[in-house]
C-alpha cells in the first residue's frame, strides 16, 4: 500500500497581474502516497488552492502559468499531457471536492441529473446502469432517502447534504486520488465532523489517497497522516503528523500552533494569546531572503539575504529555516 | 444576590414572516430567537455560541433594536429601551456598539479611515474640531494603527487592519456594551490571535462589557467569562466558561464540543456524533426541539419543552434529563 502514487516535484505557478508577477506557487515539492491523506496546510494567499488546480491543470491561462517542475501521477507527468488525455484524468482518476457545495453544483439540474453526468462521461453504461450507481453512492454517502434526493435540486438540500453529494460524484468513477479544498470550511462544526467521519470511511472502502487543503490546523490533526505546512508559496515545513503538531520546528508552524485558543489547555492569567506579530508579506514584493523572516523572533543577518534550505531535521522531517543548518 | 447587570434581556422573540405557496400567498413565521432571557454582568464576556441559523446575531440585533423584536424586553443600565423613541435610542446607542463578521462589506469604501471612524462625533455633534483630531489619532493607536493611516482608503488595508478599523468605529464613543458577532471568523489564526488580543487589552483598559458571538467554540472558550449555547432560538444552556466546558449538561453542548476537531493527532477524543441536520425554525420540533438529534432522548422529550433548570450552582440547562 505505501507506493508514492503523486510526485510534485519543483513546481512553480505564476499570475501575471497589474501589480506584477506573483510567485503563488515558488517551487514546492511533496509526494502523496497510495491510501494515504496529506495534509497542506497555510493562511490565505499561501499557495495551497493554487497548488491543487495546478495538479488538476486548472490554472486559468492567461494570467497564470505554470511555470515549471512535474506533477507525477501514477507514473505519468500530467504536465505533459494533451488536454484531451488530461479530461480523462480530471474526475476520473483524480477528482476534487471544493468547499462551496452551493457553487460547485448546477442550481437548475437535478442531483440525479449531476451525478449520472459524471458517471457516463468517464464510463461506458447504460441509463439505468448509472442510475442503479448513483443510488448506490447516495447511499455510501449517508444520504436518507436517496430516490427521492436523486430527483430533488441543489436548493432542496442542506449545506451537509450538498457536501454528501459532492462527495458521491467525486467517488463515482473510483478514483485514486480525491483532491479536498477545504472540504468542511463552510459547515458547522456537528456537520463537520459528520462529514470528516464520512471522508474517513470511505477512504478505507474506496482505497484512495486524499489530498486533503485546509486552513484549520485541528481538521489536519483528525485527518491527516503526513502534513506540508505552506507560507508565501513554499513549503516551509513537511513531517508526519505526529512530529509536526508533537515537535513543530519552524517558527512558522510554531507561531500557529500557539495562536488558536486551546480546547483544553487552562487558560493564560492574562487571556493573552501568542499571537504571530505582523502579516503576510505582499507576494509582488516578498523581502529578500525568508519571507517569515519580518515575522520571526529568531531571525538573524543571514535570513535578511538568503532564502533558506529545506533541511532534514531527522526521518524525514523537513523545515525550511537557517536555525536548522 | 445583587449583582451589577448591564444588560438584562426578558422574554425575547423575533418571527419573521416567510412568504411561500402559490402566489406569495401563504405566509409563515421564521422564529429566529424564540423566547429568550440573558443577564449580563458589567464588565464580563457574555458569549453566544451556536451554530448557523440558532437565532444568535438576531438575538444581538434586537438587543441593539437593528432588529425590532417581535415580544420580550430589553432592559439597559436599568431602562426599558424598547419603549425608546428613534431620538432617545440614537443617544442611548453612544453606549452599545457592534462589531460586524465581515470587515470588507461593514467599511464604506469610498470614505477614508479618519471619515470612517469619526463619523460617530458628526452624527452626534460631540467634540470640536480639535478634539475629534486628537482622539481620532489616540483611537488610532489604541487599535494599533499608524496615526498616518488614517487618509488611507478601506482597500488599502488588510483584514486585520479593517477589523481593527472596525474596532476603533464602535470605541470612538467610549461605549458600555459592545457587540462582537464573529468578529475573528473571517480571519486567518495568526491574525485572529492579534485580534482577540487587542479586544481583551482593550476591555481591561475600557472597562468594557462585551456579548461575544460566534460558532467557534475554541475562540469563545478563551474569550468569554460566561457562555450560553443556543440551538434553534433558544438558549439551551448557560454557565461560567470552566464549568459550561468541563462539565456540560445538555446533550447538544456535549455533541458540539466533542465536535471541535483538537490540534493534536495524539488526543483521542470520545466521539459524539450527531445525526442530522438542524430542523428548520419554520416549523421547530414539538417538546424539547432538540429530540430528534438527541440519543437520550425518552418520551417526555417529545411532549414537553423543558424549562431553564439550575442545576447546578450558577450552571443551567434546558434538558428534562440533564447529565450531571
Known amino acids: 500500500m505505501n507506493g508514492t502514487l503523486l510526485e510534485v516535484r519543483n513546481l512553480h505557478t505564476y499570475f501575471r497581474t497589474d501589480e506584477g508577477l506573483v510567485k503563488a506557487v515558488n517551487g514546492i515539492d511533496f509526494t502523496v502516497r497510495r491510501g494515504e491523506t496529506l495534509g497542506l496546510v497555510g493562511e490565505s494567499g499561501c499557495g495551497k488552492s493554487v497548488t491543487s488546480l495546478s495538479i488538476m491543470r486548472l490554472i486559468p491561462e492567461p494570467p497564470g502559468r505554470i511555470v515549471k517542475g512535474e506533477v507525477v501521477f501514477d507514473g505519468q507527468d500530467l504536465l505533459t499531457l494533451m488536454e484531451t488525455q488530461m479530461r480523462r484524468i480530471r474526475g476520473n482518476s483524480i477528482s476534487m471536492i471544493f468547499q462551496e457545495p452551493m457553487t460547485s453544483l448546477n442550481p437548475v439540474h437535478r442531483i440525479g441529473h449531476q451525478i449520472l453526468e459524471v458517471i457516463r462521461l468517464h464510463q461506458k453504461v447504460r441509463k439505468k446502469e448509472a442510475q442503479d450507481q448513483a443510488l448506490d453512492l447516495l447511499r455510501k454517502v449517508g444520504i436518507p432517502d436517496p430516490r427521492r434526493r436523486l430527483n430533488e435540486y441543489p436548493y432542496q438540500l442542506s449545506g451537509g447534504m450538498r457536501q454528501r453529494v459532492m462527495i458521491a460524484m467525486a467517488l463515482s468513477c473510483h478514483p485514486k486520488m480525491v483532491i479536498a479544498d477545504e472540504p468542511t470550511t463552510a459547515l458547522d462544526v456537528t456537520i463537520q465532523a459528520q462529514i470528516l467521519d464520512l471522508m474517513n470511511k470511505l477512504k478505507e472502502d474506496f482505497g484512495a489517497s486524499i489530498l486533503l487543503i485546509t486552513h484549520d490546523l485541528g481538521v489536519i490533526a483528525e485527518m491527516a497522516q503526513r502534513v506540508a505546512v505552506m507560507y508565501t508559496g513554499q513549503i516551509v515545513e513537511y513531517a508526519s503528523v505526529v512530529d509536526l503538531f508533537i515537535e513543530p520546528q519552524h517558527p512558522y508552524t510554531q507561531g500557529l500552533l500557539e495562536s488558536i485558543p486551546s480546547m483544553d489547555q487552562p487558560l493564560p492569567h492574562d487571556r493573552m494569546l501568542k499571537a504571530i506579530p505582523g502579516i503576510v508579506p505582499s507576494l509582488v514584493d516578498l523581502p529578500q531572503g525568508c519571507s517569515f523572516r519580518d515575522r520571526c523572533a529568531h531571525a538573524f543577518e543571514r535570513c535578511q539575504s538568503e532564502t533558506p534550505l529545506l533541511f532534514d531535521v531527522g526521518t524525514g522531517h523537513l523545515v525550511r529555516c537557517w536555525l536548522y543548518e | ?324
Open chain 2, 1 to 324: 444576590m445583587s449583582e451589577d447587570y448591564l444588560l438584562i434581556v426578558e422574554g425575547l422573540k423575533k418571527y419573521f414572516p416567510v412568504n411561500g405557496g402559490f402566489l406569495n400567498r401563504k405566509s409563515v413565521l421564521v422564529k429566529a430567537v424564540d423566547g429568550v432571557d440573558l443577564k449580563v454582568k458589567k464588565g464580563e464576556t457574555y458569549g453566544l455560541v451556536g451554530e448557523s441559523g440558532c437565532g444568535k446575531t438576531t438575538l444581538g440585533r434586537c438587543i441593539l433594536r437593528l432588529d425590532e423584536p417581535t415580544e420580550g424586553r430589553v432592559f439597559f443600565d436599568g431602562h426599558d429601551i424598547l419603549a425608546y423613541d428613534r431620538r432617545a435610542m440614537r443617544e442611548l446607542r453612544r453606549h452599545m456598539q457592534i462589531i460586524f463578521q465581515d470587515p470588507y462589506s461593514s467599511l464604506d469604501p469610498r470614505k477614508t479611515v479618519g471619515q470612517i471612524i469619526g463619523e460617530a462625533f458628526r452624527v452626534h455633534k460631540i467634540l470640536s474640531k480639535e478634539e475629534r483630531r486628537a482622539r481620532l489619532d489616540e483611537l488610532m493607536g489604541v487599535v494599533g494603527l499608524r496615526p498616518e493611516q488614517i487618509q488611507g482608503y478601506p482597500h488599502e488595508f488588510s483584514g486585520g487592519q479593517r477589523q481593527r478599523i472596525c474596532v476603533a468605529r464602535a470605541l470612538a464613543l467610549n461605549p458600555k456594551l459592545v457587540i462582537a458577532d464573529e468578529p475573528v471568523s473571517a480571519l486567518d489564526v495568526s491574525i485572529q490571535a492579534q485580534i482577540l488580543n487587542l479586544l481583551v487589552e482593550l476591555q481591561h483598559r475600557y472597562a468594557l462589557t462585551y456579548i461575544f458571538i460566534s460558532h467557534d467554540l475554541s475562540v469563545v472558550r478563551h474569550i468569554c467569562d460566561r457562555v450560553a449555547v443556543m440551538y434553534l432560538g433558544r438558549i439551551v444552556e448557560l454557565g461560567d466558561q470552566q464549568q459550561l466546558y468541563s462539565r456540560p449538561l445538555h446533550p447538544y453542548t456535549k455533541a458540539l464540543l466533542s465536535a471541535v476537531p483538537v490540534a493534536n493527532p495524539l488526543k483521542k477524543k470520545e466521539a459524539v456524533r450527531l445525526e442530522g441536520d438542524v430542523p428548520s425554525p419554520i416549523n421547530p420540533p414539538s417538546g424539547c426541539t432538540f429530540h430528534p438529534r438527541c440519543e437520550c432522548r425518552k418520551e417526555v422529550c417529545v411532549r414537553e419543552a423543558p424549562s431553564m433548570e439550575e442545576i447546578e450552582r450558577r450552571h443551567w440547562a434546558a434538558c428534562h434529563f440533564p447529565k450531571s
